[in-house]
Each structure stands twice: as structure tokens, then as C-alpha cells.
């Protein structure tokens, strides 16, 4: 059975493609040490050729002034010498001068004309510069191309006759050749001893690194494996249903989606517990993996709804497929010392005839589940589009929800968020709500999907924004001073004015940015992630934070962290539902937690309610917590009060 997630299922496809941390930064590092070897042979390199050209300018000032001063005439640099002059010159710099590298020599006066050279050179427009300056009583030089085509150093040093500070310049011409020789010399022996100890610093690092690595990567596939399984069942969930339906669909291969709900279920958790209806639930999902060994993927999507993938399979194996299913489920549960007997419903869609993509495919199978319950117990309905009205009542939905914003029917609840540490409220969150005449008091779940099929969901952002941001205002004027957390959905995210809308918002109320958190989900940055990207960058110019929620979830990834700026980070509630005692729980939530804080994102705990859970996240360095314990959504008027208390008192008894 596929539902261990063998293949190309999403756990081990997940696996596949994390990096492999050590590799990237053994070749990171690795071209960082080559680039600062690199660097360091450059600068050492320059530092030994400054030094090298040093050596011979002071070589040739000495042999200028200690050598030929005392031999030169007056005469020899006012004009031309006399041919007898010339042969005394000649021997005299062949046997004294023009030694070690030193292979040319001229005079010149102090007209910056050439009364002498070794080599019967004259004067060209571009040594007048130099000369000037030495003529002025400073050494200079320059590298300069020698008649055969080598490159020379060519340095000018002032001399004077007699009583006279400066009455020319010797100019003297070194092989630089021999400098180069001297600087390889020197540098290649820095430069390897600095490589050698980069190369040791490196090795000495690796194992460390190793260690951390293999610790995050442990991490990784803990929170993947969380975010694709069913923590009561251990099945695959909703997410890595959608994952290899998709799979399925991109591969164009055709297949079968069952969708089965225990009937009655709710009955039974009324009567026995909660705790009974976890039992039946892990003993049908362990007797679901034995009797349909061949379905590509069996996973749990709800509380009592299970979903059965085959591949390659045809309109005809659905009935003997629902039949073993039903047949499996059959007997009885012992639950609690309870025989507790139940019948399914089974809701068939096919792929790719009731939808190209899996996501159709998916609702269409829902649909038929419906009609399979109208039906009654044990009942099997593959999709019929003659009997799918769902549109005509998303229509008529969306209809009432437009009016909901014209009538004053939508109002916000807020729910206070308290610092661990000192225990006061630091924060709250707005949450919409839509008080229905006919309905009642509805969250936003259970509305938001129509407003963004039907180009609602930008007027329910203005809606929220603004009135969470008056509400800001006001209790900062009675010295309340929080946090302000806004939902945001996927519409939003590809909203290229929602970064401008923000500005104006924050501006007009005088909220500082960084109290201003935008919470998003993974969902909502599924898409074109390109324009999302552009909207969180410019978002996080203006300084305002984003916050990934549902973290632990199907909708959660390390991704997100990596790839965007997020500042905060919401554990979901089925996250902490077995903490404290449940010690896998308590490990993917300080895994968790050691994550966030890593990027530098503090950590909310959702669904805090009890005071050991408390405890417990305040332990594993949790920041904030939100939840019934610290306190419910309530209307702005009824938090005022709490808001100003100094002190959570429930919690500093405990």
C-alpha cells in the first residue's frame, strides 16, 4: 500500500529535494576560502612589489649619490661633455653602476635637457613631468618600456655639484624583471602559509557544521512529516492527498477518488468522548490499511472522513472498491468495552473525467459524498453534475455576503495575545465575523472562500484594516499600547496596492510599523509567487511584520522561512493539542521553536488552554501565547479592561 508514502509520495519526494546542507556549505565555504586566498595574495602581493620597488629606489638613490656625486663635474651637467669626458663616464658607471639589475643611466641638467646616457638615449615629452619634480629635490619613478621591448624601473634622483642643492637629475633604469622575481618569491610563501591555515580553519569547521546540519535536517523532516500526516492515524492528510492527486494529473494518468464518512460518528463522540472516538478512529484507519493494500494512498481529511487514491483505475472498480471498504468497517469496534457498530457513506469521483486538475476532481467527490448522505447509510454516489448545486448556492452566498458589507452586518472580534514572560497582554488579533440574520454569528472560515471567488475579498481586507486600525487608535488614546494582528488572504497577496494601502493606513492612524502584523499562510503564497515576492518585499520596507500561520500544518513549510521575511511565526493549535506529556509532540515543538528563532522570528503558541500548556511553551522559549486560557475573541468594548490590567492574575497563581 502506497499510503506508507513509498515512491513518489509527498514525505519521500519532500526528503528528496531538501538540501543537503553540508555539500552546499563545504562548496560555499570552499569557494569563500579560494576567494579570501585570493584576496589575501593580492594584498600581500602588493605589499611585497611597494616594498620590492622601495628596495630598488633606495638602491638606485645610493648609487646616484654615494657613488657617482663625488665622481661627477660641474661641467658634466651644464652641456655636453667633451668625447674624453664621455669614455671617463662611460667607464666609470660600466664599472661602478651599471651592476646588480642596473642596465642604463642618463644625466640630465638642470634645463631637463640629456648631457650623458649609457646608451645614447634622448629626452621624450613624457619624462618632463618627472623631471620637474626632481629637478624640485624629490625622488621619483615610474615603470617604464625599455627600447627592446622589457619593461624597466626608472628612477630620477636630484644631485647636486658643488654648492649647488640640485644641478641635475641622474636617471637609472632596473630590470623589473629581477623586482618580479623577488615579489613571487616572498608573496607565494604568505600566500601559501594564509591557504594553509584557511584550508585547517575549514576542515575544523566541517564536523561542526555536520552535527548542526544533521540536527536541522532531523528538524525538517520531523515538521514534513507532521505536515503530511494525520497525527491521531498516522495516514497521510488532506495535504499529501492533494500532492499525489496532482502528481497524478500532471503525469495524465487516470484514477479513482473515494471519499468515505463514517455515519454517525458525532453520535458516538457525544455518547462515549472524544477520547472513545479517537479509538475508532485509529482501529478503521489500521483496518483500512490491511483490507485496500492497493490504493495508491490512504489518508485521513476529517474528523470522520477518510479518502481512498487508486491509480490507473476505471468507473467499474469503484463499486468493488466501496464494497471492501464497507465490508472491512463493517464489524464492530470494541471501543471502551463497547461494541460500536457503524456504516459508511462513499462519495466517487474519477480522474480525468470529472475534473483535469485534482483540486475539481477533490470538490466533485465531496459533492457526491453529500448527495451519498442524503441518501442514507451505505450509500455509494459517483459524481452526476445534474445533481451539483453547489454554484447555484455559492452565488446566492456571495450575494448575501455583498449585502452583509452594505448593512453593517460585519464586525470584528478581537483576541488578546500575552507575553510569556510578563505575563501582560502585548498584543491582539482581529478576527472578522458576519453576524447572518438566518445563520448566526459566522467566522471568517466559513465565508472567506466565497469572497475570493467573487471579488470580495479586497473589500473585506478595507473593511478589517480600517476598523482595526480605528480601534488601535482609540485605545491608544487611553494609554493602551498593542500589537495589531490582521489576517491576510490570497487575494491580498497578489494585490500589488495592498503595500500603498498599508502606508496610508499606518500613516493616517499613527500606528508605528512594527506593530502592525500581517498574517499569512503558505496558501496564500501558492500562485505567482513572483508578484507575491514583490508585495512581501515592499510590505517589509514600510516595517510592518509579516507572520506565517498555521505553522505545523498542512499549510507550513521551512520554504516559507527561507524564502521571505517573515518576523513571527504561529504554532497552530493541533500542534499543542498533546503537550505537555506527548514527547513526539514536545519534540516537533521545540524543533519548531529552535527554527523560528534561528530566522530570527518570534513564536507565538495558538490554542493555549491550560496553564501546563502554558507552562510548557514558556519552557521551550515560546515568546507569546493566544488562546481561551489567555482569553476569547470578544468585541473591542468587552477587552478594554482586560487590556489595562498590569497582570494576567489567573496565570501568576498558578
Known amino acids: 500500500m502506497m499510503s506508507d508514502f513509498d515512491g513518489d509520495l509527498p514525505d519521500d519526494s519532500a526528503r528528496e529535494r531538501s ?131 622589457s619593461r624597466v624601473l626608472r628612477t630620477y634622483v636630484p644631485v647636486g655639484i658643488g654648492p649647488a642643492r640640485v644641478g641635475g637629475v641622474v636617471a637609472l633604469d632596473q630590470e623589473y624583471a629581477q623586482i618580479e622575481a623577488a615579489v613571487r618569491r616572498s608573496s607565494w610563501l604568505i600566500a601559501s602559509v594564509l591557504e594553509a591555515l584557511l584550508l585547517l580553519l575549514f576542515l575544523m569547521f566541517l564536523p561542526l557544521l555536520a552535527r548542526v546540519s544533521s540536527r536541522i535536517r532531523r528538524h525538517v523532516d520531523e515538521l514534513e512529516h507532521v505536515a503530511t500526516h494525520d497525527e491521531l492515524t498516522g495516514l497521510p492528510n488532506r495535504l499529501a492527498l492533494r500532492r499525489a492527486g496532482q502528481e497524478m494529473s500532471a503525469a495524465a494518468r487516470s484514477g479513482v477518488l473515494l471519499l468515505v464518512d463514517l455515519d454517525g460518528f458525532s453520535e458516538i463522540n457525544d455518547c462515549l468522548g472524544w477520547q472513545s472516538g479517537d479509538v475508532l478512529l485509529t482501529q478503521a ?27 490507473d483505475a476505471r468507473r467499474s472498480e469503484i463499486e468493488v472498491a466501496s464494497e471492501r471498504v464497507r465490508r472491512s468497517l463493517a464489524t464492530p469496534f470494541a471501543v471502551d468495552g463497547v461494541r460500536v457498530a457503524v456504516s459508511v457513506s462513499v462519495g466517487a469521483a474519477l480522474l480525468p473525467e470529472h475534473g483535469s486538475d485534482f483540486g475539481t476532481v477533490l470538490r466533485r467527490a465531496g459533492n457526491a459524498l453529500s448527495n451519498a448522505k442524503i441518501e442514507g447509510q451505505s450509500s455509494v454516489q459517483v459524481y452526476d453534475s445534474a445533481h451539483d448545486k453547489s454554484d447555484v448556492s455559492r452565488l446566492a452566498f456571495a450575494a448575501e455576503l455583498r449585502e452583509a458589507l452594505d448593512s453593517g452586518q460585519l464586525l470584528l472580534h478581537y483576541q488578546p495575545q500575552a507575553d510569556l514572560t510578563t505575563q501582560r497582554i502585548r498584543g491582539v488579533e482581529a478576527l ?32 478589517v484594516l480600517e476598523t482595526s486600525a480605528r480601534q488601535w487608535r482609540d485605545w491608544h488614546e487611553i494609554g493602551i499600547d498593542l500589537e495589531l494582528a490582521v489576517n491576510l488572504s490570497a487575494v491580498d497577496m497578489l494585490d500589488v496596492s495592498l503595500p500603498d494601502e498599508i502606508e496610508d493606513l499606518i500613516h493616517r492612524y499613527e500606528i508605528p510599523p512594527w506593530n502592525l502584523v500581517l498574517e499569512i499562510t503558505e496558501r496564500t503564497l501558492i500562485g505567482d509567487e513572483r508578484r507575491a515576492r514583490h508585495v512581501v518585499d515592499r510590505l517589509a520596507e514600510i516595517g510592518v511584520r509579516l507572520a506565517l500561520d498555521d505553522f505545523g500544518t498542512g499549510y507550513s513549510s521551512m520554504a516559507s522561512l527561507r524564502s521571505f521575511p517573515i518576523k513571527q511565526v504561529k504554532l497552530d493549535r493541533s500542534l499543542l493539542a498533546g503537550v505537555p506529556g506527548d514527547a513526539g509532540a514536545e519534540a516537533i515543538v521545540g524543533g519548531s521553536v529552535e527554527i523560528a528563532h534561528g530566522v530570527g522570528a518570534t513564536v507565538v503558541a495558538e490554542g493555549i488552554e491550560t496553564r501546563d500548556q502554558w507552562r510548557f511553551v514558556f519552557l521551550m522559549g515560546c515568546d507569546v501565547a ?29
Open 19 to 149: 538540501p543537503r546542507l553540508v555539500l552546499l556549505f563545504a562548496v560555499f565555504t570552499a569557494l569563500g576560502v579560494a576567494a579570501s586566498a585570493a584576496v589575501i595574495l593580492v594584498v600581500v602581493r602588493h605589499a611585497d612589489t611597494a616594498r620590492a620597488q622601495g628596495q630598488a629606489i633606495d638602491r638606485a638613490r645610493f648609487a646616484a649619490r654615494a657613488v657617482l656625486r663625488p665622481e661627477l663635474r660641474a661641467a658634466d651637467l651644464s652641456g655636453r661633455p667633451a668625447r674624453g669626458r664621455i669614455r671617463e663616464l662611460d667607464r666609470l658607471f660600466a664599472d661602478r653602476v651599471l651592476l646588480e639589475g642596473i642596465r642604463g643611466a642618463m644625466l640630465y641638467g638642470s634645463d631637463g635637457h640629456v648631457t650623458y646616457s649609457t646608451d645614447n638615449r634622448v629626452a621624450d615629452e613624457s619624462t618632463k613631468a618627472r623631471l620637474h619634480t626632481a629637478l624640485a629635490g624629490t625622488v621619483v619613478s615610474e615603470i617604464a618600456t625599455a627600447e627592446d621591448g
Open 285 to 311: 484507519a489500521t483496518r483500512l490499511r490491511r483490507d485496500v493494500p492497493d490504493a495508491h494512498l490512504l489518508a485521513r481529511l476529517g474528523e470522520d472522513e477518510f479518502a481512498v487514491l487508486m491509480c
Open 432 to 463: 472578522l465575523r458576519w453576524d447572518h440574520p438566518q445563520r448566526g454569528l459566522l467566522r471568517a472560515e466559513e465565508f472567506i472562500s466565497y469572497a475570493e471567488r467573487n471579488g470580495l475579498a479586497i473589500d473585506l481586507r478595507h473593511f
Open 626 to 654: 493566544q488562546g481561551y486560557l489567555v482569553g476569547l475573541p470578544a468585541p473591542a468594548d468587552d477587552l478594554t479592561a482586560l487590556l489595562g490590567a498590569p497582570r494576567l492574575i489567573p496565570l501568576t497563581a498558578a
